[in-house]
């Protein structure tokens, strides 16, 4: 699983382009976590990434979560991964 990175500069203000930079890592590290398995699940295990045995597979709102953020990494255009079709993909 994936690790967020702390982009702060230090002196414990934040700029604007530290939480976009930080909300974009958030959104590669989820849709990395939920590509990663063979279906989207109702949730994850926090530390292992995993969905748990009762986890419901191929649940709404992680798939509706899930197309929201592929379209916005898709149009973005600015993300550490290229990703040029993740819905495609997806489904």
Same mark, same amino acid.
């Given at each position: ?7 702060? /500069?230090? /002196?414990?203000? $934040?700029? !604007? #382009?530290?939480?976009?930079?930080? +909300?974009? &890592? ?15 699940? #109702?949730?994850?295990?926090? &530390? ?11 649940? @709404?709102?992680? !798939? +509706?979560?899930?197309?929201?953020? +592929?379209?916005? +990494?898709?149009? #973005? @255009?600015?993300?550490? $991964?290229?990703?040029? /079709? ?6």
């Amino acid at each position: 699983m994936a690790q967020l990175q702390n982009t702060g /500069s230090g /002196s414990g203000q $934040k700029r !604007a #382009e530290d939480y976009l930079d930080l +909300a974009r &890592e958030l959104r590669d590290a989820t849709l990395d976590l939920i590509m990663s398995q063979p279906s989207i699940y #109702e949730y994850y295990h926090a &530390e292992t990434g995993k969905p748990p045995a009762r986890s419901v597979p191929t649940f @709404g709102w992680t !798939a +509706a979560v899930f197309i929201d953020l +592929a379209i916005q +990494a898709t149009t #973005e @255009g600015n993300t550490k $991964k290229e990703r040029p /079709s993740l819905v495609n993909q997806a489904m």
